[in-house]
């Protein structure tokens, strides 16, 4: 991944229960914005599912993590194919902000213009304890990794070769 895309390569624990990750996009906004908005998009690196952008409508999240990057890797012992997960939309302001919450927390995607590029700040509260930040760490850290790589045109790495390692860095990042 190139350095114009990473602000601190690493996501950070800004206070307890709460991951932050950052990262540095080719734009413009609105691009970014569809990206984390529409199904379509979306699904290429992160979970498929329409929203509604309004506060308060609920909407689903479908991972298939399998699909996201040309060659999936080896998926771990207990990874479902599949996952899905009941959201609902707290806060939305196209195209600089969306926050929803689902039953591991609340996420942000907070989007600012930085000339050509565009900041997106990931910040996901009240994960519920160390094991599962180290596993909300390489998740953000991947799916992101593969944004990246769709926006800048890139192949990205194998989703299920890429997270494990990145756990185990979490793992010794975020104290104890």
Do not use: C
């Amino acid at each position: 991944m190139s350095d114009t895309t990473t602000i601190g390569a690493y996501g950070v624990v800004t206070e307890p229960a709460t991951f932050t990750i950052e990262r540095l996009l080719p734009g413009p906004i609105e691009r970014v914005w569809d990206y984390l908005t529409k199904s379509e998009l979306r699904r290429q690196w992160l979970a498929a599912g329409d929203m509604t952008l309004a506060e308060g409508a609920p909407f689903e999240f479908v991972w298939r993590n399998d699909t996201l990057t040309e060659q999936p890797g080896r998926r771990p012992a207990g990874a479902d194919e599949e996952h899905r997960l009941e959201s609902r939309i707290l806060e939305v302001d196209p195209p600089r902000k969306l926050v929803f919450t689902w039953m591991q927390g609340d996420v942000t995607f907070a989007l600012e213009p930085k000339g050509e590029r565009v900041l997106l700040t990931v910040i996901h509260r009240r994960v519920s304890d160390r094991e599962n930040l180290t596993k909300v760490g390489a998740g953000w850290h991947t799916h992101l990794d593969i944004l990246v790589a769709k926006l800048t045109g890139e192949t990205p790495a194998p989703f299920w070769d890429t997270w494990p390692g990145l756990r185990d860095e979490y793992e010794k990042r975020i104290p104890a």
